[in-house]
DNA sequence: TAGATTGTTAATCGATTAACAATC
DNA sequence: TAGATTGTTAATCGATTAACAATC
């Protein structure tokens, strides 16, 4: 079976949703080495986690192993963007033109992911009109209702000043996007249809600190 | 019991561990607002989960909060800068001077937080000398293990290519650090000793678009 | 005192792992 | 065929939650 939500089986976890897109990022290394077929093994020891997890994960989508040999690099990896719906290119809105959302304009990795900034936004207005990342102008902020009519935009990135963030987060959500990558230091209150996930170096250095002495 | 790792008793779940800081960040944003006590349940509601939980992580370090009324404030937060080791500063070296590491070098939150940029590094001839962040200059990465052995550092940001990162962070190891924040999209071969976190994007957007159409 | 909230226990829930038949 | 590795089952392990006595 393809995708257990059509069917209304149990959901999958998102525990296991969310290992999917570093597996797809270490078949991709893989392939870039030139390398053909791999193993749950192989990928374990990559990844530091079992095979039998690997194996297990990827079970609730389909059967994409052969018995002795392994998993074909190209097509595990095809299939894994089928089940992300990575397969098409997803336009993103980024806002706020600092210095952090400058170095996300100018992020590469986006394009081959699935993903392309179509707008950055800042409520400046000596940065807006500014040039910013690959060919985009920095946007008023103003305008946002606009342009998600315009791009059927359903994903932002935030990265905007803590104090700013929950207002931001508030217009984003009224403007109609559902999904949030917020850089910004703080839980945001948001309706249950929205999802946010987050990035805070501060979370990761202080959960380091624990183990130091 | 303050902690537990030095009496032989099970060690704290790092799950545990990693909701900490976020606990933490979510105080302090409570004492800026001039709040003095809080409860499980409001902190639950704040951060989406349940009252129990916290209760409950909170209850693996001693007892912070007082029947009837809650916890105070500032106490919690000193107790937990204490647990996760931020009550002091730690040193951290930046490797990588290009977009994503000026955004770091700038970024205004780590110094509060427990953690100061204390040198920024990169291989670039062009970059070594040029002026970043607050008063640093560029240095060259060759020079790594001097400035560790005058420094102690133990903490690394990495922001450098994919391609550079397991180079960069075999040599972070080699010199003696035992922490690396690691943004590049690569999972790093690590020996036991060293823990790495990451920061990749485009997983947190994969992992967003799976529940998108 | 009455109301509120903690810290903790035990039950529930969910995730990981070990093992192995199937089969390439 | 023999060796390797999958997909799956059942057991184990661990995390979360509900409930409540203690007590501020």
Partial sequence: MKD????????????????????LRTLRLLADDGREVTSSQELGEHLGISSAQIRKDLSHFG??????TGYNIEFLCRQLQKILNVDTIWPVILVGAGSLGTAIANYQEFESSGFRIVAVMDEDLQKIGQPIG????????????????????????????????????????????????????????????????????????????????
């Fill in 4 to 23: 257990e939500r059509e069917q209304g089986k149990a959901p999958i976890p998102d525990i296991v949703i969310g290992r999917l897109p570093v597996y």
């Fill in 63 to 68: 059967e994409f192993g052969k018995q002795g």
């Fill in 134 to 213: 690959h060919g985009l102008r920095i946007k008023d902020f103003a305008d946002l209702n606009q342009l998600v009519r315009e791009t059927r935009v359903q994903i932002a990135v935030m990265a905007v000043p803590a104090h700013a963030a929950q207002r931001v987060a508030a217009q984003l959500i009224e403007a109609g996007l559902n999904s949030i990558l917020c850089y910004a230091p703080i839980t945001l209150a948001v309706p249950p249809h929205v999802r946010v996930e987050y990035i805070d170096p501060v979370v990761h250095f202080q959960h380091m600190t624990y183990y130091l002495r």
